[in-house]
């Protein structure tokens, strides 16, 4: 066999050549033959793709569908909590009455769920009819500001 000592680096013979062997420009430019890095050439056409990337970033990656209702936004609070949280919730207690403003808390509909022991007194935007019923049952009193219910139809 006979050892090539003197085999020169292509990129050295071909130091005129514009191409250096690959024939047109546009075959061998570097990345720009790939077609981009990373995700590129994912959007709404590369079926071939879908699957893998629906598994590892979920539908949110081709972009959000659907509405937020406002209604959706609104935070609740259950009887169960106030009823257990009534000491750390209230900064004034008379005649053995609890008086907690959840909107003050940040919520701002009272709902029904849970037992009451103890006598309340509850300031709200919205209620439903059985946290009302609970409440009233023991003595207590649930002020609704705007006066809806959720068993009441609205004006609106």
Not at 19 to 47: E, I, L
Not at 121 to 139: E, R
Request: charged content about 30%.
């Amino acid at each position: 066999m006979l050892a090539l000592k003197n085999k020169r680096k292509k990129s050295k013979k071909m130091r005129a050549q514009t191409t250096h062997g690959w024939g047109a420009k546009k075959k061998h430019r570097g990345s720009g033959n790939r077609g981009g890095v990373g995700m590129a050439g994912t959007g709404k056409r590369a079926d071939q793709k879908k699957p893998s990337i629906l598994k590892k970033y979920g539908h949110s990656y081709y972009g959000k569908k659907g509405f937020t209702s406002i209604h959706l936004k609104q935070k609740a609070i259950n009887l169960f909590y106030i009823d257990t949280h009534a000491e750390q919730l209230t900064k004034n207690k008379e005649n053995n009455i609890y008086i907690v403003d959840i909107t003050k808390l940040g919520y701002h509909k009272l709902l029904g769920s849970g037992i009451v022991t103890k006598k309340l007194k509850i300031i709200c935007d919205a209620a439903s009819k059985n946290a009302i019923a609970k409440v009233s049952a023991l003595g207590g009193e649930v002020i609704v500001k705007n006066k809806k219910t959720s068993g009441e139809p609205s004006n609106a």
